[in-house]
């Protein structure tokens, strides 16, 4: 068995795992560029933790300009086998009321300015995401949510759209009733695609805060309600990530859903035609398989 190492990426108003030993904030370098910021590691009840907010501490990245491939690869660099994202959303859904945790397991991708994946010509593969999301994992933060509290829902599909303005009510309104979306947010995508190909277990965790701007009674989004909404959830996530070391153990055993085997059959390109500096880059997120 490998050892446990849980990486949360911290959204808006996540900006720290509180109760850390040990807790140093650690500088990585990738070859896909600089991370968010550094990433604070240290142990939590005796599993090894590691945290980056995904906007940089002060909130210098847009939802755009995150660098996401740099974020996964440090995680994956540093030795995280699962990482848990944590995000604020809107909320299509009445049930889906601002404060509550939706547990996610399913996206549209709307993004269209970032790059999606580690691979690409040189080096070419396919991974499904036909699941993006690793259930057991999911399981885990669904039952650490509940354990603090947490009004949490299971499952649900997260519209990730480009960002930064929110949207139209047009939008808003084809999303959740000709689309079937449930929560939306600008930041879980290529997020999830690219822990797939780093064959890290991936659970999505969806704090909502508004009701975007199709509900007929909150009007369109007003960001100081959000603001507000986000510091009480950020409390509410904290406790919920502190339940996490006891859920997952220590020693991890192989992902029951295959996760961090990911990549066992997605390199096409054949060994002879691969591009030396593209597998040099690779060497963190697909070191496993090359």
């Not at 947490?150 to 959740?176: C, D, K, W």
């Not at 690219?194 to 659970?203: F, G, K, S, T």
């Not at 975007?212 to 904290?238: C, F, Y």
Request: with cysteine; charged share 20%.
């Amino acid at each position: 068995m490998a050892d446990t190492m849980i990486g949360v990426i911290g959204g808006s108003g996540l900006y720290e795992i509180d109760g850390l030993e040990g807790a140093e904030w650690q500088t990585v370098e990738t070859p896909w560029g600089t991370p968010s910021d550094a990433i604070l590691t240290g142990t939590l009840n005796g599993v090894k933790m590691a945290f980056l907010p995904r906007h940089g501490r002060g909130h210098v990245h847009s939802p755009t300009t995150v660098p996401y491939r740099a974020n996964i690869d440090a995680l994956k660099r540093i030795g995280v086998t699962d990482v848990i994202s944590v995000s604020a959303c809107g909320s299509f859904r009445e049930e889906m009321a601002p404060g509550d945790f939706v547990i996610v397991d399913q996206f549209i991708d709307r993004t269209f300015a970032r790059e999606k994946s580690f691979f690409g010509t040189g080096c070419v593969a396919h991974v499904s995401v036909a699941h993006p999301t690793c259930p057991r994992l999911g399981a885990a933060c669904l039952e650490a949510a509940k354990d603090t509290g947490i009004n949490v829902h299971q499952g649900g599909t997260y519209l990730a759209m480009e960002g930064p303005q929110f949207s139209t009510l047009a939008e808003s309104r084809m999303y959740r009733d000709s689309w079937g979306a449930d929560v939306i947010g600008m930041t879980n995508m290529p997020e999830a695609k690219l822990a797939r190909e780093a064959e890290l277990c991936y659970a999505s965790v969806a704090m909502i805060t508004d009701y975007d701007s199709w509900h007929p009674d909150h009007g369109e989004v007003d960001v100081t309600q959000i603001i507000a909404t986000l510091m009480g959830n950020a409390s509410k996530a904290r406790d919920m990530v502190a339940m996490l070391p006891a859920l997952l153990g220590s020693e991890r055993a192989p992902c029951p859903h295959g996760c961090d085997r990911a990549l066992e059959y997605a390199i096409l390109t054949a060994p002879d035609a691969r591009d030396k500096t593209v597998m040099a880059k690779l060497d963190a997120v697909a070191g496993r398989i090359l």
